[in-house]
C-alpha cells in the first residue's frame, strides 16, 4: 500500500508538473507585446491555444479535460464570447467522426469485422506471405468506417493475427517461430497504419487536419477526392511493405496451412451470416456509395454517416447503450471541438493572415517544392518526441502548412501530404501512436529492432507519397 501510495503521490506530482509547464507557455506568450498587426484578441487566443497544445503533448490530463479547461478560459479571460467558444461542437466534419466510431463498434459487436477477416484468411491463407496480405485486405476493407486505428487494429485486426500466431506455434518467451510471428504482427500493424493513410475516415487525425486547412484556408477535401489522391500510392504501399518485410524479418515458416483450418474452424463456429451483420454490410455499401456520390446528390458526409448510425441504431444492429459506451468518440468530440474552434478563431481574428505575411515575407525567393521536401522531413522526424498522430497535428499542421501556402505550395497537395506523413510517422517508436503499443505488446519483437524497422518502413512512405502522390495530385488538378 505504502508503495502503491508513493507511486501515485509521484505521478500526481508528474502530473502537476506538467501542468505548470504548460499554464507557464501560456502566461509567457500572453504576457509578451503582441506584434503590430496582430490584435489582442488574437494573441490572447494564441496563448491559450499554444498551452493547449503543450497540453496535448504534455498530457497532464486526459486530452478531453485539457480542452473543457482551455474552452472555460477563452470567455473568463474575454478572448470570445460563450457561444462562440462553444461554436466547434455544432462541427460537421467531427460529427462525421463520431458516428464513424459507432460504426466500428458496429463491426465489433455483430462479428463482421471478424468474419470478412476470416473469410479472406480462409480463401487465401495458405503461406505466410499471404497470410499478411489478407490482413491488409481485410483492414483496407474495414477502414473507411473506423477512424480510431485503436479501435480497428486493437478491436479487429490484432485478436486474429494474434490467434494465427498462437495456432503456428510462434511463441517469443521460447523463440519458437519468433520470426514470423514478428512479421505477421508487424505486417498487419504497417496495415492499419497505410489504411489510416488512404481513407479520410481512416483515422481521426485525418479529419483534423482537414477541417483545420479549411478553418485556415477556406478549401477542403471531399472524401471521394482524397481517396482518389490516396488510393494508388496507398495500393502500392499495400503491395510493398508486407514483401519487404518479409524479406527484412526472414520468418521461420514460409507455408502455413494451420492458418487455413484456424479460418475454417473459426468460421464454423460463427455460423452463418446473422441478420445484424447482413444488414450492416447493406448500411455499409449504402454509406460508401453516398459519400462517392456526393457531387450528384449534395448531401454532406456528416449527414451520410448519422443516416448510417441511425439505421443501425433502428435495425439494433447497435444499442443506444452502445453509443453513450463509446468513450472515444465523446472524447474526440470533445477535444477536436474545441481545438478546431480555437483555430478557426485564430483565423477569423486575423492572426494567421499576419503569420502567413510573415512567413511569406521570410521565404521570398525559394522553391517551395525543396522547402516542401526538407519540411516534410522534418516534419515527419519531429514524431519521435511525440506519442500521439492528433497532438501532431495539433502542435505542428498549421504551422508547417502556412509556411509552405507562403511560399507558394499549392493549399490542398501540401495538407494532404503533411496529413498523411503523419499517420506514416507512427512506424518511427514502440509508441507511435494508440495501436502501437498493442502490436509491439506482443513481444517478438526488441525496441531496436522495430525502430529499426520503422524508419525504414517511414522513408518508403516519405517517398511514395510525394514521389508518387504529388504528380496523382497534378493530374487531377490540385497544382
Known sequence: M?????????????????????????????????????????????????????????????????AIIACALLPVLGIMKAGQALEGFSNGTIWLIVSAFMFATGFIKTGLGKRIAYLLLSRFGKNTLSVAYVMSAADFIIAPFTPSNTARGGGIIYPIVNSVTTVLGCDPKTGKNQRTGAFLMYSAY?????????????????????TL???????????????????????????????????????????????????????????????????????????????????????????????????????????????????????????????????????????????AATMAAACAGMSWMTMLIVLCIIYTLAHYLLASNSAHIAAMFIAFTTI??????????TAIILAILCNSASFLTHYGCGVTPIFFGSGFMGQGEWWKIGFIITVLHIVVWMALGLPIMGILGMM
Not at 509552405?404 to 497537395?413: E, K, N, Q, Y
Request: proline share 5%; with cysteine; glycine share 8%.
Open 404 to 413: 509552405l501556402v507562403a511560399a507558394g505550395a499549392p493549399v490542398i497537395p
Open 213 to 355: 486547412t479549411e478553418q485556415a484556408f477556406g478549401q477542403s477535401l471531399s472524401w471521394m477526392s482524397w481517396f482518389e489522391v490516396s488510393i494508388i500510392p496507398g495500393l502500392l504501399l499495400s503491395i510493398v511493405t508486407p514483401y519487404l518485410l518479409y524479406k527484412i524479418i526472414k520468418p521461420e515458416l514460409t507455408e502455413t496451412p494451420e492458418t487455413l483450418s484456424l479460418a475454417k474452424k473459426e468460421l464454423s463456429t460463427m455460423g452463418t451470416m446473422t441478420s445484424k451483420e447482413k444488414i450492416l454490410c447493406v448500411i455499409f455499401i449504402a454509406c460508401l456509395v453516398l459519400w462517392a456520390t456526393g457531387s450528384i446528390h449534395h448531401i454532406d458526409s456528416a449527414i451520410v454517416a448519422l443516416l448510417g448510425l441511425s439505421a443501425m441504431l433502428i435495425t439494433k444492429c447497435i444499442d443506444w447503450s452502445d453509443v453513450t459506451k463509446q468513450h472515444g468518440a465523446w472524447d474526440v468530440l470533445v477535444w477536436m471541438g474545441v481545438l478546431v474552434n480555437m483555430a478557426a478563431y485564430l483565423s477569423k481574428f486575423g492572426f494567421m493572415k499576419w503569420f
Open 2 to 66: 505504502t508503495m502503491g501510495g508513493t507511486y501515485m503521490s509521484k505521478e500526481n506530482s508528474n502530473n502537476l508538473l506538467r501542468g505548470l509547464i504548460c499554464v507557464a507557455i501560456g502566461a509567457i506568450i500572453w504576457c509578451i507585446p503582441a506584434p503590430a498587426g496582430v490584435g489582442p484578441q488574437a494573441w490572447g487566443l494564441l496563448a491559450v491555444f499554444v498551452a493547449t497544445i503543450a497540453g496535448f503533448i504534455l498530457q497532464p490530463l486526459p486530452l478531453g479535460a485539457i
Open 190 to 210: 504497417a496495415a492499419v497504419i497505410t489504411s489510416a493513410c488512404i481513407f479520410l475516415t481512416g483515422a481521426s487525425n485525418n479529419v483534423l487536419a482537414n
